[in-house]
């Protein structure tokens, strides 16, 4: 049972019943995950994410304070829309908190790198009071004997808008938009509100070496809640995608922190997160306040898999028939030929893609196009624009794409990699350009190097209808 004495809990009850406490808590990790205050950043990953929150803080003081948090999103195929849900459930004293969401988010494209989106998430609050739980020194007070009911339970609605430019972010989430006041007794003398507040965030990645994934990030998450301080974290990440991350924080005048997250496997973040004391606020806690994440990327099954998978049965059947003919009977013989055959069959009732390139020589230069190609960047998932591209390969593989891009920009630095979703190909791009004699010059110029490792370069004319 938790010893609570009844002046602490009095006071805790005075700020419940005046609304004066902050009620959306300041994760360490939320550049990770912002859906965690903004609902517009649901469906903000290509693939569909889970992500688990377990924040602790204030642990001298009877366990503290405990926040757990579990969101799940998803983008649709229209790659517009993205759905999730969350759950949410705090302790601190002798209150407690339950909330659950479903979350909506929809994307317009503003131009080629610019996005703006919105989203909505909306659900249940329970909020409890658990008075069974205080040992008090005094059984008649009032203030218990006036409140029976403990729980209340009340809908929940959160808003929120986002603007994305190439690596700048920037958000505006407000919680509790309806803001009920729920009453705990009889005689409406204790009363919890859900005060609504006012989220901002605002981020912008700056790649050192793009190649190798390293980038820093300037982080900044403010809360506002009317009649209280402005609340803020800014953090300092720097992030090399194959390994993790580690970041530095600070909270206004509260604290500073550091967080360590690592790649553990495949697809799974890891973050731990420290928060120190600062000011007068450490002389009341002495036990660092501490935070981990949990996030994982939920792989994607695509056309190009199943086509590698086919072709490596087709290799295996050869194989196995190869070998074993010198030993095999009749009746393997038969066998394997009736797998052949079925695997023949299925094959042909496969719908093929339906592919017109169409290639003119102008100037000189072979200039391909294909009415059907729809190119997506690597980076940002955006739609590629439209012009002239001067290609110099296209994978499956991306890690050969990877090598080859390497290997390109030294003499063509602002070389890139976009992704073509009608053949499931990576493309290594050397040039870019609106202007398709700059195009042709671009592509001159790598037939002139010296090494051969460019004779098979090409110009693309992509001009697809939005």
Avoid at 74 to 92: H, P
Avoid at 277 to 297: C, D, G, K, R, W
Avoid at 413 to 428: C, D, G, H, K, S
């Amino acid at each position: 049972m938790k010893i609570l004495h009844i002046s602490i809990l009095t006071i805790m009850i005075c700020l419940i019943s005046t609304s004066q406490a902050q009620q959306s808590p300041l994760y360490n990790q939320s550049y990770i995950n912002p859906y965690v205050y903004n609902p517009s950043y649901i469906g903000f990953s290509p693939n569909a994410t889970v992500t688990l929150i377990r924040n602790q803080k204030w642990t001298d003081y009877n366990n503290g304070f405990i926040t757990n948090y579990a969101t799940f999103g998803a983008l649709l195929k229209d790659k517009k829309s993205g759905i999730g849900i969350d759950l949410y459930s705090d302790y601190v004293g002798v209150t407690s908190k339950l909330k659950a969401h479903l979350a909506y988010s929809y994307r317009i494209k503003l131009t080629e790198t610019m996005n703006l989106r919105a989203g909505v998430s909306a659900g249940v609050i329970d909020n409890r009071i658990n008075f069974s739980e205080a040992v008090v020194s005094d059984n008649n007070d009032p203030l218990l004997n006036q409140s029976p009911v403990n729980r209340k339970t009340n809908f929940d609605l959160n808003v929120g808008i986002n603007y994305t430019w190439s690596n700048f972010q920037f958000g505006i989430a407000v919680p509790q938009v309806v803001g009920h006041q729920l009453f705990y007794d009889s005689l409406k003398t204790l009363a919890y509100t859900l005060e609504r507040q006012f989220v901002v965030n605002t981020s912008y990645k700056y790649f050192i070496n793009q190649d190798k994934g390293m980038s820093i990030t300037p982080h900044l998450l403010a809360i506002y809640s009317p009649n209280l301080p402005l609340n803020y974290n800014g953090s300092f990440i720097f992030e090399w995608e194959k390994y993790g991350w580690i970041a530095a924080t600070y909270k206004s005048n509260y604290a500073v922190g550091v967080n360590l997250g690592i790649n553990l496997v495949k697809n799974l973040k890891i973050g731990l997160a420290y928060d120190i004391q600062i000011n007068e606020v450490a002389s009341y806690n002495s036990i660092p306040n501490f935070e981990m994440l949990l996030h994982y990327t939920i792989p994607q099954f695509t056309k190009h898999d199943t086509i590698v998978q086919r072709d490596t049965i087709i290799k295996t059947i050869e194989v196995e028939k190869v070998v074993e003919k010198p030993t095999i009977n009749m009746d393997s013989i038969m066998a394997l030929n009736a797998r052949i055959k079925e695997l023949e069959d299925s094959l042909k009732n496969r719908p093929k893609t339906q592919v017109q390139t169409e290639t003119n020589v102008k100037d000189g230069v072979n200039v391909k196009t294909n009415a059907d190609d729809h190119f997506i960047e690597i980076l940002d998932k955006s739609d590629s624009p439209n012009g002239y591209y001067v290609v110099v390969g296209a994978f499956g593989d991306k890690k050969r794409a990877d090598k080859l891009l390497n290997f390109s920009k030294k003499e063509f630095p602002n070389a890139r990699l976009i992704y073509n979703e009608r053949n499931n190909l990576t493309y290594v791009i050397l040039f870019y350009s609106t202007n398709l004699n700059d195009a042709k010059k671009a592509y001159r110029k790598s037939r002139k190097l010296e090494g051969g490792r460019f004779y098979k370069a090409w110009v693309l004319d992509y001009h697809r209808k939005r």
